[in-house]
C-alpha cells in the first residue's frame, strides 16, 4: 500500500469545487439546481481572446515556452500594471502562472518554511489556509468584523500576540468571500502596521476591476518604495475577462523572488500553455468599455440580490458589497433558532431545494454562507424563491 506524507495527510480538496462539482452531477441527472457557489462569470471569453489564442495555433505557438513566461506578455503585464496599478514594474519582475491560484502557491512556496506563520485577515478564501499547510506553515487568522465592514482595523489586532515566526501578511481586496475593497486609508494603516513588525505582503488582488459604488482598486505596493519592495502582488485573467478555465495569471514583485518562483515552475509545470499566453496579450490590450460592460451586469445582479435581501433581516444580516461578486450572509439568527450549523444548512437547500451555497465555516466563520451573484438575474430570482421558501418553512 502507497503511504502518503504528513503533509497531504489534512490537506482537503477545494469545498467550493467540491459543492459546483455535486450541483453539476445533480443537474446531469436532470434535477433543476441553481449554483452559487463557483465564482464563475457566466458570460463566455470575448471573441477577440478567443481568435488569438486559434492564431497563436495557427502561427506555430505550441511549443515549450520560458518558463517564467514569453517576454512579450511579461512586457504587457508591465506597462499595464505600471500605468493602472501606479507603480513601476519591469518585465524581470513578472511571472506569467497558471492562474492567479498558482501563482500565489508559488510565492509560498518561496516565502514560507516549515515552523513559519501566515498572518490571514478572516474570513477569507478556502484555498489560503491548505496552500500554507502544503508549506509546512502555520495560517494565523486576523479576525475582521461584520460592523467594519469587513475591512482591517489594526486597532483591534494590537491586543494581539503575533509570534516571532510570523513571516508576513496575506490580504485580498476586493475580497472573497465578503466583498469588501479596503481603501487607500485601510492599507496605509496595515501596511506600516506589516512594515512596523518585519513582515512581507502577499496582495491577492484577482477582483481588482470588479468594483461598484464608486469604491477604487488600491495596490498596496503603490504605496512606497519600502511597501513594494516587501509585496508580493497577484492578479489575472479569470474573473475580469471571463478567463476562469484559460487558467492565467501573474505576479509581480522583487526580481530575486520572481526568479525563485520561475525555478519552482520550471520544475512543476514547466510554463504556462503557449497559446493561451498570446491569448492573454489580447486580453491585456481589452478595451475598458468591454470590461466594465460586464461589470455593469454584475451590478444589475448585485442590485438585484440586495432587493431581496432587504427582506431577510429577521434571518440574517451582510455588508453591502463593493467588489467582486459575492454576498457573505451571516445567518446566527436563523440558524441558532433552528439549532443548525452552516454545513447542514448548505447541505439541506441543496438536497431538499436545489440552491447551492458555500459554507461560511469554510472560509473561517461558521453560521454563514457565501453566495455568488456571477449568473443571470432569472436565475438569481429561481434561486431566492427557493431559499425563502425553505427559510421561511
Not at 452559487?36 to 495557427?58: C, H, V, Y
Amino acid at each position: 500500500m502507497l503511504k502518503t506524507t504528513d503533509r497531504v495527510k489534512t490537506v482537503k480538496s477545494s469545498s467550493i469545487l467540491e459543492i459546483a462539482a455535486l450541483a453539476a452531477d445533480m443537474k446531469s441527472k436532470g434535477i433543476d439546481v441553481v449554483s452559487l457557489a463557483a465564482g464563475e462569470p457566466d458570460f463566455n471569453t470575448p471573441e477577440s481572446i478567443q481568435r488569438a489564442a486559434t492564431k497563436a495555433m495557427a502561427d506555430g505557438y505550441t511549443k515549450y515556452t520560458p518558463s517564467n513566461g514569453f517576454l512579450k506578455l511579461r512586457e504587457t503585464i508591465a506597462e499595464k500594471v505600471t500605468r493602472e496599478n501606479n507603480y513601476p514594474v519591469t518585465p524581470d519582475e513578472v511571472i506569467i502562472t497558471a492562474g492567479a491560484k498558482h501563482a500565489l502557491y508559488l510565492a509560498m512556496q518561496c516565502l514560507l518554511g516549515p515552523g513559519d506563520a501566515i498572518l490571514i485577515p478572516t474570513p477569507a478564501w478556502v484555498s489560503y489556509g491548505p496552500m500554507v499547510e502544503l508549506c509546512d506553515a502555520e495560517v494565523i487568522p486576523l479576525p475582521l468584523y461584520e460592523e467594519d465592514g469587513y475591512r482591517p482595523n489594526v486597532d483591534r489586532w494590537k491586543s494581539l500576540s503575533i509570534p516571532k515566526r510570523a513571516r508576513g501578511i496575506l490580504i485580498n481586496s476586493p475580497n472573497n468571500p465578503v466583498g469588501s475593497t479596503y481603501s487607500a486609508d485601510d492599507l496605509k494603516r496595515l501596511a506600516a502596521w506589516a512594515m512596523q513588525r518585519g513582515l512581507w505582503i502577499l496582495s491577492d488582488e484577482i477582483y481588482e476591476k470588479v468594483l461598484f459604488d464608486d469604491a477604487k482598486h488600491v495596490s498596496v505596493a503603490a504605496l512606497g518604495p519600502e511597501v513594494r519592495e516587501n509585496t508580493i502582488t497577484v492578479s489575472g485573467f479569470s474573473k475580469s475577462y471571463c478567463m476562469t478555465g484559460w487558467r492565467l495569471g501573474w505576479a509581480t514583485g522583487p526580481k530575486d523572488v520572481i526568479k525563485k518562483m520561475t525555478a519552482i515552475q520550471s520544475q512543476s509545470i514547466s510554463h504556462v500553455t503557449s497559446f493561451v499566453q498570446w491569448a492573454g496579450i489580447a486580453a491585456a490590450q481589452l478595451p475598458e468599455s468591454e470590461i466594465q460592460a460586464m461589470v455593469q451586469k454584475f451590478d444589475e445582479r448585485r442590485k438585484y440580490c440586495l432587493e431581496r435581501l432587504a427582506r431577510w433581516n429577521k434571518w440574517g444580516t451582510f455588508v453591502r458589497p463593493t467588489g467582486a461578486f459575492y454576498f457573505f450572509l451571516n445567518m446566527s439568527p436563523w440558524m441558532t433558532a433552528h439549532k443548525m450549523n452552516d454545513v447542514d444548512f448548505c447541505k439541506s437547500l441543496l438536497e431538499d431545494y436545489h440552491v447551492g451555497l458555500v459554507p461560511g465555516s469554510a472560509f473561517g466563520k461558521d453560521k454563514s454562507f457565501r453566495m455568488s451573484y456571477a449568473t443571470s438575474v432569472d436565475q438569481l430570482k429561481k434561486a431566492f424563491d427557493r431559499m425563502e421558501a425553505f427559510l421561511a418553512g
